[in-house]
């Protein structure tokens, strides 16, 4: 049977199962009737999979787990089998906790709590599993998703990833797990981001020949921290090692660990594990360059090599950042000039006939930015040098970035005064595009990456930093150095980045070919409207909306996606929307102006504890002069303290003038059952609000609970609804919403 109670912004295909420990045995999994256990749950989505699966539809059955606890004792059969596309979901304090047999490819039977299958996903909740050799997760095959959950306790493996399968794992926390906290064997890849490990066995153990990513991963506190033995491969950047009883990093066998490169520092911190935070017993010697660790605490064959990244400003790794909302991006160009013929690969140049980037070079060419060689050719696969592309800069952004930021510095060491593009490379340098090598040089014949290319006209043209969830675009996104990840994105997001032939694979680290800098340079004009739009298959499209990685299936996403697009909201840097997390009282003023671009109705009122460079400082001082928001007694506004959910209303009604549309009617009020609750002050304003159906309530659509702190997703559904009262964005349907009919959920 399928739910009568899907959430009309779920399509019918993806049917949303209600599962409650405290619930009768005989329910049908409704928000009313919730199933009784996650056991029942699953053979219900693993019938609606299949009727999806005939259809050639793609599953996408979501079970959402209410808090309590959910074992044996209370029903469960272990293991609980997630199928594949399916999504569990805690909300609240969820323990899952128990274990069953399960027969396993390579390890025959294991005793596993929870399997998770092939683009399943499992958030927000807890696993234990107390029986003698006992796994929490077992993931085995796919790319499912593991977000925010904790795995504590279990007598083996908090998380086991075995045969082939590619998981993502972040923001998990594993603690008191007996032998490991994650455990990758055999050919797990996969990306392991901003996890938690602490007092395990080993935080994370890794065999034979798992090569996933580990990236900014805290491991404190363990026996040992990482163990990499046999053929394991993993890449590790930024994460945090430390105080582990007996050894930070044991390396063995045959294993081949990435902790850095002379273009990707490593960035990882190794300290305080005692005895010791590295110790090698590898047949092939560790290479490190540019990570915190000791050569005195280290033992065994390792390289300490240094990072020959140039002295650029330091961009912080993708989601290693203390949350803040991003900048909006930039508004897009205008249309492509219909003048130009994509489909055109002419050129005057006997080798670029035919050739990709021939347009580009051609519209150059013209301009008399770039040109051929004297035999007729353009030679458009031949690297370029850094002293080249210092000097293509010149000719096409002469007076583009402010001068002379640098013009103390001392010259090259190796570019003298006769070197034939000394005068670009300097002029270059004093406007920011380009700069040296912690030794002095600028090395002016190398060649020229296409990660440098980019940072260069980033940072030249201040172009700023980008939403780091348009990296998701590239299946090689891993290999961008963590310094360079704000500039590649800030590049995506403005449609510079052009790759051939896959526009997927940035291969950050290969020099650029001249044919590449042509089309990269073309689209930086572009984008500056100095020259027209060029259609081209191989221009990196970032138009989709940002995968946030925790907000698929939440019930405020259709509400965070248009707001998204229309660039009056946007995400955190580790590419998630966190719509659980409280919005502040700065972070509500800044999102009242983007969307309602409001005027004064009253003078400015200086605030003690706004400064004037506070990040936030002019959107509430305007959100207070429009009359949304304001201070307290003391002259303070408190930026940063949370928002409750009655506090955003007032906001909107009064900042709106929504008196005006609707009357005061008390009687409404008495659709929450915790009517009680609401201040005598504030229940003039709440009936208007519940009258104009810019209420919000979830999961029980009559219970308000106006004193709860207001998460960043109902926030951002209170805002788009009340953006439709004044017609300026289109209704969206909700099950959530306190309707005109009172509380009734709207039919979908």
């Given at each position: 049977?399928?739910?009568?109670?899907?959430?009309?912004?779920?399509?019918?295909?993806?049917?949303?199962?209600?599962?409650?420990?405290?619930?009768?045995?005989?329910?049908?999994?409704?928000?009313?009737?919730?199933?009784?256990?996650?056991?029942?749950?699953?053979?219900?989505?693993?019938?609606?999979?299949?009727?999806?699966?005939?259809?050639?539809?793609?599953?996408?059955?979501?079970?959402?787990?209410?808090?309590?606890?959910?074992?044996?004792?209370?029903?469960?059969?272990?293991?609980?089998?997630?199928?594949?596309?399916?999504?569990?979901?805690?909300?609240?304090?969820?323990?899952?906790?128990?274990?069953?047999?399960?027969?396993?490819?390579?390890?025959?039977?294991?005793?596993?709590?929870?399997?998770?299958?092939?683009?399943?996903?499992?958030?927000?909740?807890?696993?234990?599993?107390?029986?003698?050799?006992?796994?929490?997760?077992?993931?085995?095959?796919?790319?499912?998703?593991?977000?925010?959950?904790?795995?504590?306790?279990?007598?083996?493996?908090?998380?086991?990833?075995?045969?082939?399968?590619?998981?993502?794992?972040?923001?998990?926390?594993?603690?008191?797990?007996?032998?490991?906290?994650?455990?990758?064997?055999?050919?797990?890849?996969?990306?392991?981001?901003?996890?938690?490990?602490?007092?395990?066995?080993?935080?994370?153990?890794?065999?034979?020949?798992?090569?996933?990513?580990?990236?900014?991963?805290?491991?404190?506190?363990?026996?040992?921290?990482?163990?990499?033995?046999?053929?394991?491969?993993?890449?590790?950047?930024?994460?945090?090692?430390?105080?582990?009883?007996?050894?930070?990093?044991?390396?063995?066998?045959?294993?081949?660990?990435?902790?850095?490169?002379?273009?990707?520092?490593?960035?990882?911190?190794?300290?305080?594990?005692?005895?010791?935070?590295?110790?090698?017993?590898?047949?092939?010697?560790?290479?490190?360059?540019?990570?915190?660790?000791?050569?005195?605490?280290?033992?065994?064959?390792?390289?300490?090599?240094?990072?020959?990244?140039?002295?650029?400003?330091?961009?912080?790794?993708?989601?290693?950042?203390?949350?803040?909302?991003?900048?909006?991006?930039?508004?897009?160009?205008?249309?492509?000039?219909?003048?130009?013929?994509?489909?055109?690969?002419?050129?005057?140049?006997?080798?670029?006939?035919?050739?990709?980037?021939?347009?580009?070079?051609?519209?150059?060419?013209?301009?008399?930015?770039?040109?051929?060689?004297?035999?007729?050719?353009?030679?458009?696969?031949?690297?370029?040098?850094?002293?080249?592309?210092?000097?293509?800069?010149?000719?096409?952004?002469?007076?583009?970035?402010?001068?002379?930021?640098?013009?103390?510095?001392?010259?090259?060491?190796?570019?003298?005064?006769?070197?034939?593009?000394?005068?670009?490379?300097?002029?270059?340098?004093?406007?920011?595009?380009?700069?040296?090598?912690?030794?002095?040089?600028?090395?002016?014949?190398?060649?020229?990456?296409?990660?440098?290319?980019?940072?260069?006209?980033?940072?030249?043209?201040?172009?700023?930093?980008?939403?780091?969830?348009?990296?998701?675009?590239?299946?090689?996104?891993?290999?961008?150095?963590?310094?360079?990840?704000?500039?590649?994105?800030?590049?995506?997001?403005?449609?510079?980045?052009?790759?051939?032939?896959?526009?997927?694979?940035?291969?950050?680290?290969?020099?650029?070919?001249?044919?590449?800098?042509?089309?990269?340079?073309?689209?930086?004009?572009?984008?500056?409207?100095?020259?027209?739009?060029?259609?081209?298959?191989?221009?990196?499209?970032?138009?989709?909306?940002?995968?946030?990685?925790d907000l698929a299936r939440h019930w405020a996403e259709p509400f965070v996606q248009a707001l998204v697009q229309k660039d009056w909201l946007s995400g955190f840097k580790d590419g998630s929307f966190q719509p659980e997390t409280p919005?502040?009282?700065?972070?509500?003023?800044?999102?009242?102006?983007?969307?309602?671009?409001?005027?004064?109705?009253?003078?400015?009122?200086?605030?003690?504890?706004?400064?004037?460079?506070?990040?936030?400082?002019?959107?509430?001082?305007?959100?207070?002069?429009?009359?949304?928001?304001?201070?307290?007694?003391?002259?303070?506004?408190?930026?940063?303290?949370?928002?409750?959910?009655?506090?955003?209303?007032?906001?909107?009604?009064?900042?709106?003038?929504?008196?005006?549309?609707?009357?005061?009617?008390?009687?409404?009020?008495?659709?929450?059952?915790?009517?009680?609750?609401?201040?005598?002050?504030?229940?003039?304003?709440?009936?208007?609000?519940?009258?104009?159906?810019?209420?919000?309530?979830?999961?029980?659509?009559?219970?308000?609970?106006?004193?709860?702190?207001?998460?960043?997703?109902?926030?951002?559904?209170?805002?788009?609804?009340?953006?439709?009262?004044?017609?300026?964005?289109?209704?969206?349907?909700?099950?959530?919403?306190?309707?005109?009919?009172?509380?009734?959920?709207?039919?979908?």
């Amino acid at each position: 049977m399928v739910p009568t109670n899907i959430p009309a912004n779920i399509p019918a295909g993806n049917p949303v199962l209600q599962v409650n420990p405290a619930s009768d045995l005989e329910g049908t999994g409704t928000v009313q009737f919730p199933f009784k256990t996650i056991t029942q749950a699953l053979k219900q989505a693993l019938k609606q999979a299949l009727k999806q699966a005939l259809r050639q539809a793609q599953p996408g059955v979501i079970i959402q787990l209410a808090a309590g606890t959910y074992q044996t004792e209370t029903g469960e059969q272990f293991p609980l089998d997630i199928p594949s596309g399916v999504s569990v979901v805690g909300q609240g304090q969820v323990l899952i906790k128990g274990g069953g047999s399960l027969a396993t490819a390579d390890f025959g039977a294991q005793n596993v709590a929870v399997v998770l299958r092939d683009r399943a996903q499992l958030k927000g909740v807890t696993i234990t599993n107390p029986v003698n050799q006992g796994t929490g997760l077992w993931v085995e095959a796919g790319t499912p998703l593991i977000i925010r959950n904790r795995f504590s306790q279990c007598r083996q493996n908090g998380v086991m990833v075995a045969g082939n399968a590619r998981p993502l794992l972040l923001e998990n926390e594993f603690v008191e797990n007996l032998a490991s906290g994650l455990y990758l064997v055999r050919y797990a890849k996969g990306e392991v981001r901003q996890n938690r490990f602490r007092r395990c066995g080993y935080g994370i153990a890794l065999s034979d020949r798992a090569a996933p990513l580990l990236w900014a991963n805290q491991v404190q506190q363990n026996r040992m921290g990482i163990v990499i033995s046999r053929q394991a491969s993993p890449v590790l950047r930024q994460n945090q090692v430390s105080e582990n009883r007996e050894l930070g990093l044991w390396v063995k066998d045959s294993a081949l660990i990435d902790l850095g490169q002379s273009q990707d520092p490593g960035e990882n911190r190794f300290q305080h594990n005692g005895p010791l935070d590295l110790r090698s017993e590898a047949a092939t010697p560790i290479v490190t360059v540019g990570n915190l660790l000791s050569p005195t605490r280290a033992r065994g064959r390792i390289a300490y090599l240094a990072s020959e990244v140039a002295d650029v400003s330091p961009t912080p790794l993708l989601g290693q950042v203390s949350p803040s909302p991003l900048p909006a991006p930039p508004r897009p160009v205008g249309p492509p000039d219909a003048g130009l013929d994509p489909g055109n690969l002419d050129s005057r140049f006997a080798d670029l006939v035919g050739h990709w980037a021939a347009p580009f070079v051609e519209v150059l060419t013209d301009r008399q930015l770039v040109r051929g060689f004297a035999d007729g050719s353009f030679r458009p696969d031949q690297t370029v040098t850094r002293a080249e592309y210092a000097a293509l800069m010149l000719a096409a952004f002469p007076q583009s970035a402010t001068p002379n930021r640098r013009s103390s510095a001392a010259p090259f060491a190796d570019v003298p005064p006769s070197f034939w593009a000394k005068a670009a490379i300097e002029r270059m340098r004093s406007q920011g595009f380009m700069s040296g090598f912690p030794d002095g040089t600028f090395r002016p014949n190398a060649p020229m990456t296409r990660v440098q290319a980019v940072v260069a006209l980033v940072q030249g043209l201040d172009l700023g930093e980008g939403r780091s969830d348009q990296l998701l675009v590239y299946r090689d996104r891993a290999q961008i150095p963590s310094y360079a990840v704000g500039a590649i994105a800030a590049a995506t997001q403005r449609r510079l980045v052009v790759t051939y032939p896959d526009p997927a694979q940035l291969r950050p680290m290969q020099p650029i070919t001249r044919a590449e800098t042509a089309a990269l340079i073309y689209q930086t004009l572009a984008a500056l409207e100095q020259l027209p739009q060029l259609p081209s298959p191989f221009i990196v499209q970032p138009d989709r909306p940002p995968g946030f990685t925790d907000l698929a299936r939440h019930w405020a996403e259709p509400f965070v996606q248009a707001l998204v697009q229309k660039d009056w909201l946007s995400g955190f840097k580790d590419g998630s929307f966190q719509p659980e997390t409280p919005i502040t009282r700065a972070q509500f003023a800044a999102l009242l102006v983007k969307t309602f671009e409001p005027e004064p109705q009253r003078p400015a009122s200086p605030f003690r504890d706004v400064s004037a460079d506070f990040w936030a400082a002019e959107p509430i001082q305007r959100a207070y002069q429009a009359g949304f928001m304001s201070g307290f007694p003391d002259l303070t506004f408190a930026p940063d303290h949370a928002l409750v959910k009655l506090q955003v209303l007032l906001a909107l009604v009064s900042g709106l003038k929504l008196a005006t549309l609707a009357p005061v009617n008390l009687a409404v009020l008495d659709v929450y059952r915790d009517r009680a609750q609401i201040p005598s002050y504030a229940r003039d304003a709440l009936s208007i609000a519940t009258q104009l159906g810019i209420v919000f309530n979830y999961p029980e659509v009559r219970e308000l609970d106006p004193s709860r702190v207001a998460a960043r997703g109902e926030t951002a559904a209170m805002v788009y609804q009340a953006l439709t009262l004044i017609n300026r964005m289109p209704a969206i349907a909700s099950p959530y919403r306190v309707s005109r009919a009172l509380a009734e959920p709207e039919p979908s």
